[in-house]
């Protein structure tokens, strides 16, 4: 009688077999098992300690500190194995002290293309596409910064530049977080490249070139406009 | 001998067998149903933050690129969650007294982090890495979903293994030019020409289907 009990409960409707048969005992069994099996299959599937290993991911809170974080400022002054900033005009745009204009290196069209694609990311939410510094988040009330074409800037030499990026200028916070050394030099460079532009003639271009130029202007590029084009 | 079984039975019998066919297939059905729902994934499950961030705001109205603050997507694993001070590099001189703001300001006052809710994760024995993805032009938006359609962020996939598998096999359903990759608007043409520039750039690209196990469990 247990088990007619127990398949009825289980399933009804289904084994409702009249009389308690071997066979129905039987099968009731088997679907015992069967459930049991699931069951005790479904518990070890919620054993978690393979989700969550005792390992700290980026960002991860932590109760060990007071401070709740598990990633730790270094102590001052540590310099991490191959970041030891000895050469001055590479990491501060100076030398001896003084903003120089030249490049820690030489800058090719692969810089160039570099420094635009960062120019596009970084800069462009203030100084726009061409750097007048009407960008999306200057339309939207953030102090104008100057121009890049005016004179004083035109003048100004290349470390200015990197020394803006590295330690902010008047309400530009400093992008040393977020734009490597390097690519600060290449930005700087492509600030010269959209200057030069700004204030280059038809005659300037090289014949060769020129159909590419209009041909530039009749179709905008894609991906590089996105965020101006809406 | 007496028949120890009613003719009647038999139809018991049946309706017993095909009957535990239809409940064990309804049984599947319903654990692979809850499996799939957005109560048991995540999936488009919109989270509260601290502070209401919008990517439909900044990401899409404001067209700022993902890397403005997700600096580390291109050379590390984890794509990185913006420090107070990229949220305070505009919000120092714009929407200066909203209150919504609040914990934003309070954080770079007091040097204390925004505790955001995750979105998107992992369990521990997964590894996955955003630069080889977006390096070989896995667009954000292919795994993220609409964001520059979301105010308030939310899981665009399941994240199941075979939800990253659906990639891995045919990488070039899903591959895209790598100009496009950050670009949040971008539409992937007819599933045919897909299929003819996903074959092109998964050879250009030199993208490898990878499947073993241990491409992803190590």
């Known amino acids: 009688m247990e088990y007619s009990k127990l398949r009825t409960d289980l399933i009804p409707g289904v084994f409702g077999a009249r009389g308690n048969t071997r066979s129905a005992r039987s099968l009731a069994r088997g679907v015992t098992v069967a459930c049991l099996g699931t069951v005790a299959l479904l518990l070890f599937g919620c054993r978690l300690d393979m989700h969550v290993q005792p390992k700290y991911l980026p960002y991860e809170p932590t109760d060990f500190f007071a401070d709740g974080r598990s990633e730790r400022q270094p102590v001052p002054g540590t310099v991490a194995r191959g970041q030891l900033r000895l050469d001055e005009l590479m990491f501060t745009g100076r030398e001896n002290g003084v903003v120089v204009d030249k490049f820690p290196f030489p800058i090719t069209r692969a810089d160039l293309d570099r420094g635009r694609e960062r120019y596009n990311v970084y800069c462009t939410p203030c100084h726009d596409y061409t750097g007048t510094g009407r960008g999306m988040i200057v339309q939207r009330g953030f102090p104008q910064p100057p121009s890049y074409h005016i004179q004083r800037l035109r003048d100004a030499p290349a470390g200015h530049f990197y020394e803006v990026m590295t330690n902010g200028f008047g309400a530009m916070y400093s992008y040393a977080a977020r734009v490597e050394p390097a690519d600060r030099w290449r930005i700087a460079a492509y600030i010269r490249v959209l200057q030069l532009a700004r204030n280059s003639k038809i005659d300037d271009v090289p014949e060769s070139e020129r159909g590419k130029l209009t041909q530039q202007s009749a179709q905008q590029p894609s991906g590089q406009s996105m965020g101006q084009s809406r | ?218």
Not at chain 2, 9 to 28: C, D, E, H, P, Q
Not at chain 2, 128 to 133: L, Q, T
């Open chain 2, 1 to 218: 001998m007496a028949q120890i079984f009613h003719r009647s039975t038999n139809f018991i019998s049946r309706l017993s067998i095909y009957g535990a066919v239809v409940i064990i297939g309804a049984l599947g059905y319903a654990l692979y149903a809850i499996a799939m729902s957005p109560w048991y994934t995540d999936q488009n499950v919109k989270r509260q933050q601290p502070v209401p961030f919008s990517h439909r705001h900044h990401a899409g109205e404001l067209g700022i690129d993902c890397r403005y603050c997700h600096t580390s997507v291109e050379k590390s694993s984890f794509a990185g969650v913006p420090p107070t001070q990229t949220c305070m590099t505009c919000h120092s001189q714009i929407w200066t007294n909203a209150s919504m703001l609040e914990p934003v300001r309070a954080s770079y006052r007091d040097d204390k982090s925004i505790e955001w809710i995750r979105v998107n994760a992992l369990p521990d024995f997964v590894y996955f890495d955003h630069s080889i993805h977006v390096a070989k032009g896995v667009g954000c938006t292919t795994c993220h979903g609409q964001i520059a359609e979301m105010p308030l962020t939310e899981r665009a996939g399941t994240l199941y293994m075979s939800w990253c598998l659906e990639c891995h096999r045919q990488p070039e359903k899903y591959v895209r030019p790598k100009s496009e990759v950050f670009n949040p608007y971008y539409e992937p043409p007819s599933a045919g020409e897909q299929l003819k520039m996903g074959k092109k750039l998964v050879a250009e690209y030199n993208i490898k289907s990878l499947q073993t196990c241990s491409t992803c469990h190590r």
